[in-house]
């Protein structure tokens, strides 16, 4: 993402910071795949008879996720409005602004699920970000009228004279910056690994020059305790955030079961193990 920086050493660290293609997971690319789901959201996509969705210790962003709206055409647009060449990954796409701008890539659409999870729920002090080079992104401190720039090759904090209100437009333009100096390689380091079980809100990302992430959307278990998960992603060029299909048990899908991991194979990615972290 390089919209704000102008210096060469950072432009190439936070260019392979995004999600790139992997010709082994795309090996469909051209193929379409457009599956319509009986559901306008993600906790009424249908569940495998037995199971029931658990919400896990951070209930309030596990519902918040599972009213998150879905589009009616399940078509993959980019930032630019021009239809994704591949249209094989998605079982349902999600109906959220994505922007103008080439920002919203893999790391940024789990980002932006978590930033908006806190900002609707009043947790704007909680929306703190680290970027790329290591520098703290406060969204309390962009109201109170500081911003970021490159300097000598590092993200430097500066003060400006303008306040921002608590407001919409407010942390979207923040978001922006956010977007451009953050990326798997920072998201790996805020993250905590995840030592039990699974639970909606928790990512599996690589975090590298390039990496990938992908977000839990929702997770379900039915009497014997067998788990099933969701997930969601963006990708690049900026794209609509999706729902995933499972290549790997098309019968499940968009269903991953606990059992099939690892290696997590999505459409475009394979996690290993040791790639589920949580906030």
């Known amino acids: 993402m390089l919209y704000y920086l102008n210096f060469p050493l950072l432009q190439v660290i936070l260019y392979f910071t995004t999600c790139n293609s992997d010709p082994v ?5 051209n193929q379409q795949h457009r599956i319509k789901p009986n559901a306008m959201f993600i906790k009424t996509i249908p569940l495998p008879a037995g199971f029931r969705h658990i919400r896990g210790s951070d209930s309030a962003f596990a519902d918040w996720l599972f009213s998150k709206p879905l589009k009616k055409d399940n078509t993959i647009y980019l930032y630019n409005g021009s239809r994704k060449a591949n249209q094989h990954a998605q079982f349902a796409v999600l109906d959220m602004e994505i922007g103008k701008k080439d920002l919203l890539q893999c790391a940024d659409a789990v980002i932006k699920l978590r930033a908006g999870f806190l900002f609707q729920n009043g947790k704007a002090d909680q929306i703190n970000f680290r970027s790329t080079t290591g520098t703290w992104l406060s969204f309390l401190q962009w109201q109170q009228g500081y911003s970021w ?13 303008i306040r921002f209100r608590d ?3 407010s ?6 910056i956010v977007y451009s100096y953050c990326g798997t390689y920072s998201l790996s380091r805020q993250l905590k690994p995840v030592k039990g079980n699974i639970q909606p809100g928790d990512v599996f990302i690589q975090g590298g020059f390039p990496g990938h992430a992908v977000i839990v959307l929702s997770v379900a278990e039915n009497r014997n305790g ?4 969701m997930l969601a992603q963006g990708y690049m060029p900026a794209q609509d955030i999706h729902v995933l299909r ?6 499940l899908s968009p269903w991953y079961s606990e059992e099939e991991i690892y290696p997590l194979v999505t459409p475009q990615w394979k996690f290993n193990k040791g790639s589920l972290m949580r906030w």
């Open 25 to 29: 997971y795309e090996k469909e690319r």
């Open 149 to 161: 720039k490159v300097q000598d090759n590092k993200l430097e904090r500066i003060q400006r004279t």
């Open 167 to 169: 407001s919409v437009k």
């Open 171 to 176: 942390v979207e333009a923040f978001m922006d």
């Open 226 to 229: 067998k788990k099933i998960f």
């Open 246 to 251: 499972n290549p790997g048990n098309p019968g």
